[in-house]
Structure formats: structure tokens, C-alpha cells
């Protein structure tokens, strides 16, 4: 069911932050595992993510929930994207009892974040 969702993905674009500060440590992305592990990284935040996939109005999306470093704080908080038209992965991620952005990415290799 999650097959259109697994893979490396680079963040594109979000909507709080701009793409220097998306990718302050480096490339900014999303990694989706088939078995719903994965690991996130944007702005200084670097983490993993529990996934659970499903259909959205006859569209493959994927809930998770995720938690890691901020700059030696921990941080976590939760998610939600779904494939566009377009074949980029959208959606929203969320900072426990803090900020909230949408988010943008394309389907890379993995090689292409090194």
C-alpha cells in the first residue's frame, strides 16, 4: 500500500522556515522505510519517525509521529504528508507544544544527500 511513500525525500520548501534555514545541517529530508521506520532532518532538528501508512481520498499518505535532537534539546512531535499530483510528497509537520509548518519535497537517492 506504502509503495508510492517509500524512499529518501528532499525538503523542497516549508512554509516557516526558508530553504538556508531548512537546510542548516545539511540537506533536509525524509526517509520512509516499508517497514514505517524512518529518520527526518531540517532547520538543526535531526530524528527518527514512526510511521503508519494509509489512503486519503484514494491517495497513498502516511501519519507519523517523530522525536530527536535539536541542538542538544530534545524535540519530537508528529506529522502527516500524502503524494500530489505532481509526485512530490506534501504535508505538515508539528513540534510538540511549539511551531507547525507544511512542507514540500521531490523523491531523491539517497546519494543525492550526502
Not at 523542497?12 to 522505510?33: C, T
Not at 535531526?46 to 507519523?64: K, L, P, Q, T, Y
Not at 506529522?79 to 500530489?84: D, E, F, K, T
Request: charge should be negative; hydrophobic fraction near 45%.
Amino acid at each position: 500500500m506504502a509503495s508510492g511513500l517509500v524512499g529518501w525525500w528532499r525538503i523542497e520548501a516549508m512554509e516557516v522556515w526558508d530553504q538556508e534555514a531548512v537546510d542548516l545541517v545539511g540537506p533536509a529530508f525524509i526517509e520512509i522505510g516499508a517497514d514505517g521506520i524512518g529518520r527526518l532532518s531540517f532547520i538543526a532538528v535531526v530524528g527518527s519517525i514512526d510511521c503508519r501508512f494509509g489512503v486519503d481520498d484514494g491517495v497513498e499518505a502516511v501519519e507519523f509521529s517523530w522525536d530527536g535532537d535539536e541542538e542538544g534539546t530534545p524535540v519530537s512531535g508528529r506529522g502527516s504528508a500524502s503524494l500530489s499530483a505532481d509526485g512530490k510528497l506534501v504535508g505538515r509537520v508539528f513540534f510538540h507544544l511549539g511551531d507547525d509548518s507544511w512542507f514540500s519535497a521531490r523523491r531523491v537517492d539517497a546519494a543525492e544527500l550526502e
